[in-house]
């Protein structure tokens, strides 16, 4: 199970704590490429898996991204104006299974894609959940907000909409908190100015351990501002939550830009890696960069006036990354919890698609 450390653990450890795994939020799926190039469409059709009936007001996006629409009575949907890369493209509707696929897209192509969803069967647990105590829900609901949105100034500008579809099911022996949601989590991100839909398929709290392993897919919704200072305030906080973020550096990294991006790097004995952290990073398969190396990085920011640490390991040495610098699935990119990004929740989540005006 990947996990990632607890916005508590990550105030008291020290640079020596143990290493713990970032779970990759949004499905570690690519935002487009960072040039400007010929733009690619998706189309496709979503129908019941059990009668083939096509299934109207479905949510099929690109995962982390603001990109998405619904279907129509026919089941069809198009996204349109997608540049090309790699994405998560899910289909959601609630009664049903979320269902994933991952697509790859170059310049102007044209990629159908059908999917097939299974009706949702309620799990006995979910139904033991609704019954259970309401101060009990309530304190578990605190926790789980804090661990999901985060403890930051960020975080008090966020609210979850819907918490009424958000279950709890602790085991009192191993001190687990599980978290099921029969519904999209719906928040509000007034910091930032982002509505978010998430699918959540996996958000478990283990208290013993201060940490928490999570699987979920995210849409986000730019919110329309009511005045030019909204507009300014969410422009400035959008890219102080990018800059120096993890994102940033991994996009930095693959470009070969990482220290004019206000980033640098260094081994476990303190020598510097570089130029731009060359000798980390090379092709792969797929199209897709290999990072490489062995022991711990200490990455600093110092793009701003506080210079921001993180200490970071490749499992087995070894982590992938699409060409713009976002995760692949399933590869393990381990962060210790005294590290700055340690401490990033959806508070400070700006989408795949986001650059910096």
């Given at each position: 199970?990947?996990?990632?450390?607890?916005?508590?653990?990550?105030?008291?450890?020290?640079?020596?704590?143990?290493?713990?795994?970032?779970?990759?939020?949004?499905?570690?799926?690519?935002?487009?490429?960072?040039?400007?190039?010929?733009?690619?469409?998706?189309?496709?059709?979503?129908?019941?898996?059990?009668?083939?009936?096509?299934?109207?007001?479905?949510?099929?996006?690109?995962?982390?991204?603001?990109?998405?629409?619904?279907?129509?009575?026919?089941?069809?949907?198009?996204?349109?104006?997608?540049?090309?890369?790699?994405?998560?493209?899910?289909?959601?509707?609630?009664?049903?299974?979320?269902?994933?696929?991952?697509?790859?897209?170059?310049?102007?192509?044209?990629?159908?894609?059908?999917f097939s969803l299974v009706a949702r069967v309620v799990r006995t647990s979910e139904v033991e959940v609704v019954a259970g105590d309401p101060s009990r829900w309530r304190r578990d609901l605190e926790q789980f907000t804090a661990q999901?949105?985060?403890?930051?100034?960020?975080?008090?500008?966020?609210?979850?909409?819907?918490?009424?579809?958000?279950?709890?099911?602790?085991?009192?022996?191993?001190?687990?908190?599980?978290?099921?949601?029969?519904?999209?989590?719906?928040?509000?991100?007034?910091?930032?100015?982002?509505?978010?839909?998430?699918?959540?398929?996996?958000?478990?709290?283990?208290?013993?351990?201060?940490?928490?392993a999570t699987t979920m897919y995210i849409r986000f919704e730019q919110m329309r501002p009511k005045s030019q200072a909204d507009s300014l305030r969410w422009m400035v906080n959008r890219a102080e939550a990018y800059t120096g973020s993890?994102?940033?550096?991994?996009?930095?990294?693959?470009?070969?830009?990482?220290?004019?991006?206000?980033?640098?790097?260094?081994?476990?004995?303190?020598?510097?890696?570089?130029?731009?952290?060359?000798?980390?990073?090379?092709?792969?398969?797929?199209?897709?960069?290999?990072?490489?190396?062995?022991?711990?990085?200490?990455?600093?920011?110092?793009?701003?006036?506080?210079?921001?640490?993180?200490?970071?390991?490749?499992?087995?040495?070894?982590?992938?990354?699409?060409?713009?610098?976002?995760?692949?699935?399933?590869?393990?990119?381990?962060?210790?919890?005294?590290?700055?990004?340690?401490?990033?929740?959806?508070?400070?989540?700006?989408?795949?698609?986001?650059?910096?005006?």
């Amino acid at each position: 199970m990947r996990m990632f450390p607890s916005s508590r653990s990550s105030r008291q450890g020290g640079s020596g704590a143990a290493l713990l795994l970032i779970a990759v939020l949004c499905a570690c799926s690519a935002a487009p490429a960072l040039k400007a190039q010929s733009v690619a469409l998706i189309r496709g059709r979503v129908s019941d898996a059990e009668t083939g009936a096509p299934l109207e007001f479905v949510n099929v996006f690109l995962a982390g991204t603001t990109r998405g629409a619904g279907t129509t009575e026919k089941g069809t949907f198009t996204l349109p104006d997608i540049p090309p890369g790699f994405y998560t493209l899910v289909a959601s509707r609630v009664g049903y299974e979320v269902a994933v696929v991952p697509v790859q897209l170059g310049e102007g192509d044209t990629l159908r894609r059908n999917f097939s969803l299974v009706a949702r069967v309620v799990r006995t647990s979910e139904v033991e959940v609704v019954a259970g105590d309401p101060s009990r829900w309530r304190r578990d609901l605190e926790q789980f907000t804090a661990q999901f949105l985060g403890s930051d100034q960020s975080a008090k500008l966020c609210a979850i909409q819907n918490p009424e579809v958000i279950g709890f099911h602790a085991d009192s022996a191993t001190g687990v908190v599980a978290t099921t949601a029969d519904s999209v989590v719906r928040v509000r991100n007034e910091a930032l100015g982002y509505r978010l839909y998430v699918n959540l398929l996996e958000f478990v709290m283990r208290r013993d351990a201060n940490a928490v392993a999570t699987t979920m897919y995210i849409r986000f919704e730019q919110m329309r501002p009511k005045s030019q200072a909204d507009s300014l305030r969410w422009m400035v906080n959008r890219a102080e939550a990018y800059t120096g973020s993890r994102l940033h550096f991994l996009r930095s990294l693959v470009r070969g830009k990482v220290e004019s991006e206000g980033f640098f790097i260094f081994d476990a004995d303190g020598k510097q890696i570089g130029p731009d952290g060359r000798g980390l990073v090379f092709d792969a398969e797929s199209g897709y960069k290999r990072l490489a190396h062995e022991g711990i990085l200490r990455i600093e920011y110092r793009g701003s006036d506080r210079v921001r640490l993180n200490y970071v390991r490749f499992a087995m040495g070894i982590v992938h990354v699409h060409p713009d610098g976002n995760l692949v699935e399933k590869q393990e990119f381990i962060i210790d919890p005294a590290s700055d990004w340690a401490r990033e929740r959806l508070s400070l989540m700006v989408p795949l698609d986001y650059r910096i005006p």
